[in-house]
């Protein structure tokens, strides 16, 4: 028998806005004035909380906190494809994500507090908690998007995660099982070119991300990660195959501008160079102009917006620092089981007693 | 009406019943359909509910993280691990998200997952095909950790354990899939957390569970002592009380276990009857286990696993203790 290549692959990429704020309006996305502004407003509120959340973790408010800067487009526009009712499952960097799906500033703030309030769902659905492992989550995603189909409800999953956590198995477990499964999952993966310090050459020899999803046998695509027409355009595609089952992973292309989290000095694995290059890809700035060159913003309008983004994120630190105040400790054994074990209601007794003991002087 | 099974029939016929009796019961695992489980523990269910019995890649991990997501949409995962050490391979995402999905969301999410899996030595299987990791497993907050020891008891914990609002690891012993037939009523459920006393006596008390309780019994039918057996059937939650109370009484213990013996069971057990029996104490509590190596190859595994003769020579030492 003759040798024969038996199957061939590419890898589509996506660029709607380019760096040099060139368009091709063929491909930007049907969205109203209102929802490009809408899109511009969530970027803006992810960065503003992020600044804050550094701040706040300076001056010892908050814990380790991990900073999206630089993602928002990633972010916002793949989160902005979501119906109401889809499930969010992100990793620990998806503040922009959260927002953009309805989650409240606030609730991200507890859970850098130390509060498992932060954690908690309202109502039960729509996003699971941040996943702090690397990589474990994107099989949450699959669960839930095969537990959907099995329902017959066409609600699906999107799930987010890094460049370093395509080295997982757990990824290429998701990735696989989604494929046998139908399960109705989008996998974004943010490439924001480093696992904390290592660089994404270090992590694979593969030339993008976006094609270990072709072993699976479901599509991968590549798009510009900072350019949010282009992620939304993309995402919105992948969530309606999502939809008829077909998983679909996105690889977006992008840069972490910050630190990986507060506790990492990234000087010592990168030049200034290299994020001063970055900085001037920056995916707010360059949707900013294109809304200014279409007069969809003005000063004006941009004041606006900045003014409510402070005044809400005010009053969430506010809450959030409050709430911290009122927490009850106890509450640590109240969610382990439904039905608390005798042992560990044991437990729970002499440790009110304790508190009680110690108050009582 | 009630039916004399064997255990390996016993879980079949659980399952059966609780895919019939509810939707959301979703039965998955490597090779659980076509061919019904490497112990033919799931035979035939893919015909009677194509949709919700699943053959699933080789993937444990998989199999595990996505009874998560399964879960969150209001499903019931019943998952097979084929062997219990393959479990190491999904660990992580039992420890990591299973048991704590609940506490970290404040209960808005839940995992009601049962895993099921054969543990334990006794069948001169390959290596890694006869641990049984129950401290680890115990050891997470958030687990329930089962042991049925007879077909009876199969199907009265495993319904539980899958009508449970939290996740279940449900082991059981391989050795007893087939080694004997016993009537198993069609409704029977036996709360979890609740121990069982197998034998009454007055002199000695002896803890053992899975296959262990077997060999105990065997064990104890030469030893001229009155000797009361417990089976806990669960170690998480432990039924500490009905362990104590019948230490009162004898004075005496010996936990037997086949998993090593260092930061074993047997260990928590002591502590506890030491914590609230430590005064009724007139011997030290016995271990007899398995040591503290890899579980050996089949020519080693008997002179491993605990056997009746060590078992009484346990129940001798803490009866001659002073």
């Known amino acids: 028998m003759p040798q024969e290549d038996v199957a061939q692959f590419t890898v589509r990429s ?66 902005y494809a979501l119906a109401d009712d889809d499930w969010l499952v992100p990793s620990f960097r998806e503040q922009a994500a959260l927002l953009t799906h309805g989650t409240d500033p606030e609730q991200i703030l507890q859970y850098a507090m130390g509060m498992e309030e ?11 908690p941040p996943a702090i492992p690397v990589g474990s989550q994107p099989l949450h995603a699959v669960g839930i998007g095969w537990g959907e189909a099995l329902q017959d409800r066409d609600t699906i999953a999107i799930t987010y995660f890094g460049d370093g956590a395509t080295s997982e198995g757990d990824v290429y477990e998701a990735f696989n099982f989604a494929g046998v499964s139908d399960s109705q999952t989008v996998f974004i993966c943010q490439n924001n070119r480093y696992a904390i310090s290592t660089g994404v050459e270090k992590q694979t020899k593969a030339k993008t991300l976006a094609q270990k999803a072709i072993a699976a046998g ?23 195959k999502a939809r008829n089952g077909n998983p679909v992973l996105i690889e977006a292309l992008t840069y972490r501008r910050s630190m990986h989290t507060t506790s990492d000095d990234p000087t010592a694995y990168r030049g200034h160079e290299e994020e001063a290059e970055w900085e001037l890809r920056d995916p707010i700035l360059r949707f900013q102009v294109f809304l200014e060159n279409r007069e969809i913003l003005d000063e004006e309008t941009e004041g606006t917006i900045d003014e409510r983004i402070e005044s809400e994120l005010a009053d969430a630190i506010d809450q959030a620092n409050k709430e911290r105040q009122a927490i009850d400790p106890a509450d640590m054994f109240r969610f382990v089981y439904d039905d608390m074990p005798s042992e560990l209601e044991q437990q729970s007794d002499a440790f009110e007693e304790g508190v009680e003991g110690d108050t009582d002087g | 009406m009630a039916e004399r099974l064997r255990m390996v029939e016993a879980v079949r016929d659980t399952l059966d019943a609780e895919l019939a009796r509810d939707d959301s019961v979703v039965v998955y695992g490597e090779d659980v359909g076509r061919v019904g489980g ?84 006794g069948i001169h299987a390959l290596e890694l095909h006869s641990e049984s990791y129950e401290a680890g497993f115990s050891h997470l907050p958030g687990l329930q950790v089962v042991f049925p020891s007879s077909p009876a008891e199969t199907k009265g914990l495993l319904t539980s354990a899958i009508r449970d609002p939290d996740p279940v690891i449900f082991m059981e012993p391989t050795r007893l899939y087939r080694s004997f037939r016993e009537e198993v009523p069609d409704q029977h459920k036996i709360p979890l957390g609740e121990a069982r006393v197998v034998e009454f006596g007055d002199d000695v008390t002896v803890v053992a569970w899975g296959s262990m309780l077997r060999k105990t019994l065997d064990a104890v039918n030469d030893v001229e002592a009155s000797v009361e057996v417990i089976d806990p059937r669960t170690l998480y939650p432990l039924d500490t009380q009905t362990i104590v109370e019948s230490v009162k009484k004898t004075g005496r213990c010996v936990v037997v276990h086949e998993a090593p013996k260092t930061a074993g069971m047997g260990g928590e057990i002591t502590a506890r009857i030491n914590e609230e029996a430590f005064l009724y104490l007139e011997a030290p509590v016995e271990r007899v286990t398995g040591y503290d190596v890899p579980v050996p190859l089949f020519a080693r595994e008997d002179d491993y696993l605990p056997d009746e003769d060590r078992i009484r020579n346990g129940i001798s030492r803490a009866l001659e203790f002073g």
Do not use: W
Request: aromatic share 6%; with cysteine; glycine share 12%.
């Open chain 1, 118 to 128: 932060g954690a908690e769902i309202p109502g039960g659905k729509g996003a699971l």
């Open chain 1, 14 to 79: 996506v660029q709607v806005l380019a760096e040099d704020e060139t368009v091709d309006d063929e491909l930007v996305p049907e969205l109203t004035d209102d929802q490009l502004l809408d899109l511009y407003e969530q970027m803006k509120r992810s960065r503003r909380l992020d600044e804050r959340g550094i701040a706040l973790q300076r001056r010892g408010e908050l814990g380790t906190y991990a900073p999206a800067i630089g993602q928002e487009a990633a972010q916002v526009g793949s989160a």
């Open chain 2, 38 to 121: 490497v112990f033919r523990a799931t035979q035939g269910l893919i015909n009677d509910y194509p949709d919700r019995v699943f053959d699933t890649p080789v993937a444990e991990a998989g199999i595990i993280g996505t009874g998560v997501g399964l879960a969150a949409t209001g499903m019931k995962p019943v998952a097979e691990i084929q062997f219990q050490s393959f479990l190491y391979q999904g660990f992580h995402q039992l420890a990591q998200h299973v048991a704590r999905i609940r506490s970290r969301s404040r209960g808005t999410i839940t995992c009601p997952m049962t895993i099921r899996m054969p543990y334990g030595g």
């Open chain 1, 218 to 240: 479901i599509e991968g695509v590549q798009v510009d990660g900072n350019d949010v027409l282009g992620v939304y355009r993309v995402a919105r595609e992948a969530v309606e």
